[in-house]
């Protein structure tokens, strides 16, 4: 609960108890903040206990921290009822990203000019080469109708 709590953090929390309340009265204050939160923890468990059992038997394993959206989703990745590591591992990035600079430069993708190419890279663009300009008379086509 006080995980991030420093012991310098924490004798300053006592002296200002002592303090605040005086020696007198403090064991009593703790004695009232200690009930206070057993009481909202049973408050609590009793909350989570009634509503597994208003969900029914078919929620028997639910679990409330799998309504933190993180939690939820790193235990479906964990099942993978769906085949989402297959998915995730038959795309590969540095591949599609080629073939779009590829398709972008209007050049032929590395994969179907096969092996014969003798500076393939391996699906890898060369980014210290400059891209092929195309020729200054190379305009596109003009259509009247468009403008």
């Given at each position: 609960?006080?995980?991030?709590?420093?012991?310098?953090?924490?004798?300053?929390?006592?002296?200002l108890a002592?303090l605040?309340?005086?020696p007198?009265?403090?064991?009593?204050?703790i004695?009232?903040v200690?009930r206070?939160?057993r009481?909202?923890?049973?408050?609590?468990d009793?909350?989570?206990q009634d509503?597994r059992?208003?969900l029914?038997?078919?929620?028997?394993?639910f679990?409330?921290?799998?309504?933190?959206?993180?939690?939820?989703i790193?235990?479906?990745?964990?099942n993978?009822e769906l085949?989402?590591k297959?998915?995730?591992?038959?795309?590969?990035?540095?591949k599609?990203?080629?073939?779009v600079?590829?398709a972008?430069?209007g050049?032929?993708p590395?994969?179907?000019?096969?092996?014969?190419a003798?500076?393939?890279t391996?699906?890898?663009?060369d980014?210290?080469?400059?891209p092929?300009?195309?020729?200054?008379?190379?305009r596109?086509?003009f259509?009247?109708d468009?403008?």
């Open positions: 609960m006080f995980n991030d709590i420093g012991a310098l953090e924490l004798v300053t929390l006592v002296v002592v605040v309340f005086g007198d009265k403090l064991p009593k204050v004695q009232d200690t206070t939160i009481k909202i923890r049973e408050f609590s009793s909350a989570k509503i059992q208003e029914g038997p078919e929620f028997k394993d679990e409330f921290e799998d309504l933190n959206p993180k939690t939820f790193r235990k479906q990745l964990d993978d085949g989402l297959e998915i995730r591992n038959g795309f590969d990035l540095k599609e990203m080629a073939e600079t590829d972008v430069h050049r032929e590395e994969s179907a000019s096969g092996s014969s003798s500076g393939s391996g699906g890898r663009v980014m210290s080469k400059k092929e300009t195309p020729a200054i008379d190379a596109p086509p259509d009247a468009a403008t």
